[in-house]
């Protein structure tokens, strides 16, 4: 009997993934680039225990039982066995029992899945003692998963082989790279279905006139200029390219027909919010990015935060502005002498995840 | 002393028309195509009065004086002048006063400019006694005034030459080639500011990566095909191309820097209404088009109203549909039995108008 325990981050997209060259590999059609964020406040954690009594592989799921015949829960369990057997000639004998919870609520609209398989694959390398990259295994279980298995700002290169052996990720800078930058996740009220971003995406390839400009110019000057912006540390650069690549993807969406749909009125609000912030301030001082839904993920150096936490409040008044690790109010500054928003959706944004950039995947602790 | 009274009809594109390649003289980008409707129900009505008494040119509009310094007022006055003079080799002494009104509310959110460009264009060229083509200088009054100067469905010809004199309106096919069309408006609620349409696409030109791809691709593809499918009555064809189109004039608004955002969420929901009625009845039965504002204008063959109707007031209840041109509350007929529609935005559609195509502007009054 052995078992380790390992946690996994989430990571939010600032140059976007949408769009598969395969279906089945998930060989995504562009390059992407994340952040990775702290997994002291956002993470997964899963407990794997590989036993010779377990006559079968069974998972958990934030307290219930799944189907492990989930195609591609498989196809992450079959490569790092693979793996492992090729690497020490033989398997350990036995079968798994995954546990494996996020500390967000589905809620949140965060991509768990992302942290998840990271998680799932990061704790099977574990306990396989499987070495090398694995990044590509992480992948096949949920496309952006695959950015978080390694900490800071993350490419997942899409790749050229057929087999998606090179569709994986690297590192572009490590997470102390940019101690000053922060990430606040702004969760938006919804009740709305959301079309699922797997059927999104693949609605967006098959009918989305513009989505071939996107894949062929816009994507490959956006990845060149955001690694440099990143490691020069240039916040205004890095901040324009991260809103301009948002505002892409929820362009191609509605190019899509029917067209697919994410955002909302809150949403959109929040966009101009940052515009006028930025434009009262007089310089990029902050930054949106949303993925398939209408939360707000919003990169700003450290200073910036409670400022524009203030002006969030006014614009979107909440009954409470809750933060969402310690669930208690945000304390905020007033805002300046004279300035003025208009207060825009009360109650639109319910509660405030404030984060910084984080590392990989960690083994908490392992036992025979 | 001479004066007319003149009226012109309100057209919707349904390949739109965004992004001019000459701001002054209002040269487009691209060809665009539209829809007259019948101005007995929407129009903008002028009477001009030519007066040897009148010391200076005025203009009065909804009651309220205006500038008669606009330069773009000036341009149609300047070019209908030139041509009496250039045709009657002199020109009648004295000043115009212009009245102009149109029966429909700006709330209504319709492109008030382009009848009333179109009407005070015409009824200057029944005053003045002008032949000839007159879009292209109700062009310099308001672009989308250009197709508001000939009934049914009309071709705006962005025209080769920097002039300007070949950038007018071409009759694709008159009103009475389709009886069976109908024009719904579904007038949706907003208070919001929005981006004017002259200022949203200078800004889409400038900064959207997406738009080259719909003028070198999308345009002119859907030009040919949706002027064939309105040869051939298609509805089906028409339908999807016009849905396709509005979704790409709003993508491409939302992959401008910073965004553009015309439709708010009860829009959207208006949208995959669309879609899901279509779904529901098996083939394409209905459509919509949007321009710069939230309104949703629907297309759809006579039987398809009704029936149509009562599905909005499902999924918008109004405490009253009303209909815009009588006053009257809409009497529905009651959804077919077992069909259940979810109710998404209580007072999200105001008001009805239900309309026709029509022709063109008239004559209605000429008086020495």
């Not at 057997?85 to 036995?94: D, F, M, R, V």
């Not at 000053?180 to 989305?208: E, F, N, P, W, Y």
């Not at 400009?213 to 990143?230: F, G, K, N, W, Y």
Request: net charge negative.
């Amino acid at each position: 009997m052995k078992s380790v325990t390992c946690t996994a981050p989430v990571n939010i997209a600032v140059i976007k993934y949408w769009g598969k060259a395969d279906e089945k590999l998930i060989i995504p059609l562009n390059d992407s680039l994340s952040v990775t964020l702290n997994s002291d406040e956002l993470r997964a954690k899963t407990t794997i225990t590989l036993s010779e009594d377990f006559t079968r592989d069974q998972i958990w799921l934030n307290g219930k039982e799944e189907s492990i015949d989930n195609p591609r829960l498989q196809s992450c369990l079959a490569e790092i066995r693979k793996r492992a057997e090729a690497e020490h000639k033989s398997l350990p004998k036995g079968c798994v029992q995954i546990v494996s919870e996020n500390n967000f609520p589905t809620a949140a609209g965060l991509a768990s899945s992302a942290a998840g398989y990271a998680c799932l694959v990061f704790a099977l390398s574990k306990l396989y003692a499987v070495s090398g990259d694995i990044s590509a295994v992480a992948r096949q279980g949920s496309g952006s998963a695959c950015r978080s298995v390694l900490g800071g700002f993350v490419r997942w290169v899409a790749g050229t082989e057929p087999s998606g052996a090179d569709s994986r990720a690297v590192q572009v800078a490590p997470a102390a790279h940019w101690p000053d930058l922060r990430c606040l996740i702004l969760v938006v009220s919804h009740d709305r279905k959301k079309v699922a971003s797997t059927s999104g995406m693949q609605r967006t390839v098959q009918t989305s006139d513009l989505m071939r400009a996107r894949l062929e110019h816009s994507v490959p000057a956006r990845l060149a200029a955001i690694t440099d912006a990143i490691l020069r540390r240039d916040f205004a650069a890095f901040a324009e390219l991260t809103m301009r690549d948002s505002n892409q993807l929820h362009a191609v969406c509605q190019d899509t027909y029917p067209p697919v749909r994410y955002m909302n009125d809150v949403s959109h609000a929040l966009v101009d919010t940052v515009h006028e912030y930025n434009a009262r301030r007089g310089g990029v001082r902050a930054c949106y990015t949303f993925d398939a839904g209408p939360n707000a993920c919003v990169y700003l150096p450290e200073a910036e935060v409670a400022p524009f936490l203030a002006v969030v409040a006014a614009v979107c008044p909440p009954p409470v502005l809750a933060d969402w690790v310690t669930g208690r109010p945000v304390q905020l500054p007033p805002l300046p002498e004279g300035e003025v928003w208009e207060q825009l959706f009360p109650g639109g944004v319910q509660s405030v995840i404030h984060t910084t950039v984080g590392d990989g995947p960690r083994l908490l602790e392992a036992a025979e």
